[in-house]
């Protein structure tokens, strides 16, 4: 356990995971493509940024399929970045950012970055050659050379792509550029027009990364990851935000954003993407981890090296403009046996994984006051007066510190723990709160503890089994 790898979150079998890229589901499989660097093989080992590849029958049952394409062509040598995956009725396709860095004196932000939009197409197993799609050339002239993480879709015969943008503003300094997304439409999916773009009326962050344009039960949404917003007390805590709009309009008329939203409130959660299952489900699976981040992963000094997860399927739901967010239904099945409390109310999670739902009483919130502590103080949630506070300690949180959500009463809480993470649901998954955290798991069989003080829950509680993985390279 002294890696902290975990039982049932998708890891990098070695080296570095970040953003969720190409999420489908293709003739009863699951393909579930990520950023990702590995320490060997591949060109220039770890220092390539290309994808990795996660595919099976159900969401609890994948194998590591290895690496689709490598950055070594000219249009993508410095890196095959974010995008997403179109299913078809022939396959999937597959559009990524390819990332070129000229040689010179550049900031590569302003001049020396080519962004190109690459299709690649697929059957899931073999993988066709690289088609460029889209080039600087065919972003808006006040563009800046970051426009990347193409997200495609189909609508009404016609295909669309949204691209994130960094517009340059009159001084060429990020508190001045502002953020945005482009809204392309094309008739096969290969040759795009630019159809518009999108952004609030006021200036919100100097770069909008991974945008996810969707419907879902009746209402339309824009997710984007925006850079540069100034951090609150309750909003905005980490470096860089993700969330989402509610978008009033159809695609290709005048539409206007409302009522950003963030997806989750905890220390590690950027990136996210959803996709249709077919099955009548919407999902989303967000990186756990954070760019630039002020803190770190006690994972990186493991040998072999590796850092970060995915979290776990969130099935959503719309409701009043708000999103909310539930671990998809399959992770019940990894359940094992029931937990019992002791007499003091605490819970013991063999190998740190479980799951935990507890649920209080109606009564006002200012007689409601509760914590939840895991470990030695490693964790602590504390709730009073409608604002619930993940506090970590120093040596578990790795430079984590507090974040905090105000969520009003709380009537349920949901916590997905997994050796090195808390997922933790709020209010059947109006709020969510996502860190990574280093307990010291000593002995042979380690184990978390879970103790409740203060008002007291109803609790029920299940150890979790490991996950279905496989690495088929």
């Known amino acids: ?5 975990m039982h049932y979150h998708l890891m990098p079998p070695d080296g570095w995971l970040n953003d969720p890229n190409g999420l489908c589901r293709y003739q009863g499989e699951y393909h579930i493509f990520f950023q990702y660097s590995p320490n060997a093989p591949g060109p ?115 295909y669309y792509m949204v691209l994130g943008a960094r517009v340059a503003g009159p001084d060429h300094k990020a508190e001045t550029d502002h953020g945005e997304v482009l809204l392309y439409v094309s008739e096969d999916g290969k040759a795009w027009k630019l159809a518009k773009t999108l952004q609030m009326d006021e200036r919100f962050g100097y770069m909008w990364e991974c945008p996810d344009y969707f419907s879902l039960d009746g209402e339309n ?33 005048n539409q206007h954003l409302h009522d950003f939203q963030e997806w989750d409130n905890g220390f590690d959660f950027y990136a996210p993407q959803t996709f249709e299952d077919g099955t009548g489900r919407r999902l989303l699976i967000g990186w756990v981890g954070m760019p630039d981040a002020p803190y770190r992963n006690a994972t990186a000094d493991c040998d072999p090296y590796w850092e970060n997860c995915l979290t776990v399927p969130r099935a959503l739901r719309a409701e009043g403009g708000r999103i909310y967010q539930t671990p998809a239904e399959e992770l019940t099945g990894l359940r094992g046996d029931p937990l019992q409390a002791d007499p003091e109310g605490q819970i013991t999670l063999p190998d740190g994984a479980g799951d935990i739902i507890a649920s209080w009483p109606e009564k006002p919130d200012g007689e409601k006051i509760w914590k939840i502590i895991f470990g030695n103080d490693d964790a602590v949630l504390t709730f009073s007066e409608g604002v619930l506070s993940l506090q970590l300690s120093e040596k578990a949180g790795c430079g984590r510190t507090i974040r905090k959500c105000r969520t009003g009463d709380i009537h349920t809480l949901r916590i997905l723990a997994d050796t090195s993470i808390l997922e933790i649901y709020i209010n059947d998954g109006a709020y969510v709160m996502t860190t990574r955290f280093y307990p010291d798991y000593a002995g042979t069989d380690p184990e978390l503890t879970v103790r409740f003080e203060g008002s007291r829950p109803a609790v029920s509680a299940w150890a979790m089994q490991t996950m279905q993985t496989n690495i088929l390279y």
């Open 44 to 158: 220039d080992g770890r220092k390539a940024r290309t994808w990795g590849h996660y595919a099976g029958p159900s969401l609890t049952e994948l194998s590591f399929r290895g690496v689709p394409f490598w950055p070594v062509d000219p249009v993508d040598h410095d890196g095959c970045y974010s995008g997403s995956a179109l299913v078809e009725d022939d396959g999937i396709r597959l559009y990524y950012t390819g990332n070129v860095k000229l040689p010179g004196d550049h900031d590569y932000t302003y001049s020396g970055r080519q962004a190109n939009e690459i299709l690649v197409e697929t059957d899931g197993e073999h993988f066709g050659a690289k088609q460029t799609v889209l080039v600087n050339a065919d972003y808006p002239s006040d563009c800046t050379c970051h426009v990347r993480d193409p997200k495609v879709w189909k609508e009404n015969g016609k």
């Open 221 to 253: 949404f824009l997710g984007i990851c925006p850079q540069g917003v100034a951090s609150e007390e309750f909003r905005f805590q980490n470096i860089y935000e993700s969330g989402y709009f509610r978008v009033d309009g159809g695609t290709e008329e």
């Open 1 to 5: 356990m002294k890696d902290w790898r």
